[in-house]
Structures are given as structure tokens and as C-alpha cells.
């Protein structure tokens, strides 16, 4: 097994690195270990509690879930919020969310922020389909806003990586834009060491 090397915030973890194991407090309270001795972990890295944009990839999350477990993956999700906000937010969330507010995680996996994350054209068309929906579900009570105050900023980048029960990175995604992650459908294929679907399905359309 390789031994990990210190990293700098702006280094990236590529596919074949290892990282260490350690425990994380999901805001449930349940301890998470990553990675898990025998499942592959997802660990994906969004923005902040009640981001209208993370709502939208996260309910296709949601709603293939049980496929995701059956695949014999664990999900995690890191946001730059305290916990005690996001609490409100993941009540009803059937995977592990964790609270990183002083972002020691971004740091660790080389996860960034920047303003191309709204301004990338690519992002324009999911922002307002997450925008639109956020906001009828605010609406219609279903839904609280998000806090107007962010102290993590709200130009982070996501990430994605799917990690081996002993530590290795067997795949590693890094967001160009605020909605630039992996759909359910390739992340199901690099779990399975298959071709990555070239037209992954559209989430969060229902």
C-alpha cells in the first residue's frame, strides 16, 4: 500500500493515490469510517446546507439510492456548513452528511472554490432549473431558503471520489462548474469497472 504524501490545498488527488483512514461524525451523530473496510465510499464534496444547486443532484442521489447501496457503495457528502444547519436540511436523507465548516476536508482532498463555478456557461441552464425548483418547493412549504449568510462563500467547486476499502482512489472527479459531478449512472459504472455511460442520464428532471 502507498503511503500518502502531505498535500497543499491546490494539489488533487488522482486515481491510485491513497488516503488514510479516519472517522467522520455525520450530523445524525453516527460515525462514519473512510474509508470502509468493506464497501467502496462515494465522497462527494457540495456546497452549503440549502444550496438550491446541490438539491438538485442530490435528489437523483436520493432517489437511486438503494441501486447505490446494492452496488456496494457508501455514500458521503461533505458540505461547508455547520452542522447544526445542516441538520435541518438532511433529516430525511438515507446517506451520511458531514459538516466541515472550517472546509479542513476541501483542503485535504484538493477541493477549491472559484467564480467559474456560476459563470461557466455549462452551469447557467441547471442553475435556473435548480433555482426554479428550489424555489417553488420554498413556496409550497417543502423547503426551507438557504441561509443568506455564508461564511464557506458560495462559488465552491464540487468533487467526486470513489475510494477503495483499503484506501485507494479509484476514481476522482473535479468540478469545472457548480453542477459538473458525476450523474448516478457513471458513478454505478466506475463502481462495476465498466465503460462510463457517453449520455449519462438527466438528473433531477422529475
Same mark, same amino acid.
Given at each position: 500500500m502507498r503511503t500518502p504524501r502531505s498535500r497543499t490545498r491546490t494539489e488533487t488527488l488522482e486515481p491510485g493515490a491513497v488516503i488514510g483512514a479516519r472517522d467522520l461524525t455525520a450530523v445524525s451523530g453516527t460515525r462514519i469510517a473512510v474509508p470502509d473496510g468493506s464497501r467502496l465510499t462515494h465522497l462527494q464534496f457540495r456546497r452549503f446546507a440549502g444550496c438550491p444547486i446541490c438539491n438538485l443532484h442530490l435528489r437523483s442521489v436520493v432517489q437511486r439510492h438503494a441501486e447505490i447501496t446494492r452496488a456496494g457503495i457508501q455514500e458521503v457528502v461533505v458540505f461547508h456548513s455547520p452542522a447544526a444547519e445542516l441538520r435541518e436540511y438532511a433529516t430525511d436523507l438515507p446517506f451520511a452528511v458531514i459538516a466541515?465548516? %472550517?472546509?479542513r476536508l476541501y483542503a485535504e482532498f484538493g477541493v477549491e472554490s472559484s467564480p467559474r463555478s456560476l459563470l461557466h456557461p455549462r452551469a447557467w441552464a441547471p442553475i435556473a432549473r435548480a433555482v426554479l425548483r428550489s424555489t417553488w418547493a420554498i413556496l409550497r412549504g417543502r423547503e426551507r431558503p438557504p441561509s443568506r449568510r455564508q461564511p464557506g462563500g458560495r462559488l465552491g467547486l464540487p468533487a467526486d471520489f470513489l475510494i477503495a476499502p483499503d484506501g485507494? %482512489?479509484?476514481?476522482?472527479?473535479?468540478?469545472e462548474h457548480a453542477y459538473d459531478q458525476w450523474p448516478v449512472d457513471e458513478l454505478l459504472a466506475l463502481a462495476a469497472g465498466t465503460p462510463v455511460p457517453s449520455e449519462p442520464r438527466s438528473e433531477g428532471a422529475s
Amino acid at each position: 500500500m502507498r503511503t500518502p504524501r502531505s498535500r497543499t490545498r491546490t494539489e488533487t488527488l488522482e486515481p491510485g493515490a491513497v488516503i488514510g483512514a479516519r472517522d467522520l461524525t455525520a450530523v445524525s451523530g453516527t460515525r462514519i469510517a473512510v474509508p470502509d473496510g468493506s464497501r467502496l465510499t462515494h465522497l462527494q464534496f457540495r456546497r452549503f446546507a440549502g444550496c438550491p444547486i446541490c438539491n438538485l443532484h442530490l435528489r437523483s442521489v436520493v432517489q437511486r439510492h438503494a441501486e447505490i447501496t446494492r452496488a456496494g457503495i457508501q455514500e458521503v457528502v461533505v458540505f461547508h456548513s455547520p452542522a447544526a444547519e445542516l441538520r435541518e436540511y438532511a433529516t430525511d436523507l438515507p446517506f451520511a452528511v458531514i459538516a466541515d465548516p %472550517v472546509k479542513r476536508l476541501y483542503a485535504e482532498f484538493g477541493v477549491e472554490s472559484s467564480p467559474r463555478s456560476l459563470l461557466h456557461p455549462r452551469a447557467w441552464a441547471p442553475i435556473a432549473r435548480a433555482v426554479l425548483r428550489s424555489t417553488w418547493a420554498i413556496l409550497r412549504g417543502r423547503e426551507r431558503p438557504p441561509s443568506r449568510r455564508q461564511p464557506g462563500g458560495r462559488l465552491g467547486l464540487p468533487a467526486d471520489f470513489l475510494i477503495a476499502p483499503d484506501g485507494r %482512489v479509484l476514481a476522482a472527479k473535479y468540478g469545472e462548474h457548480a453542477y459538473d459531478q458525476w450523474p448516478v449512472d457513471e458513478l454505478l459504472a466506475l463502481a462495476a469497472g465498466t465503460p462510463v455511460p457517453s449520455e449519462p442520464r438527466s438528473e433531477g428532471a422529475s
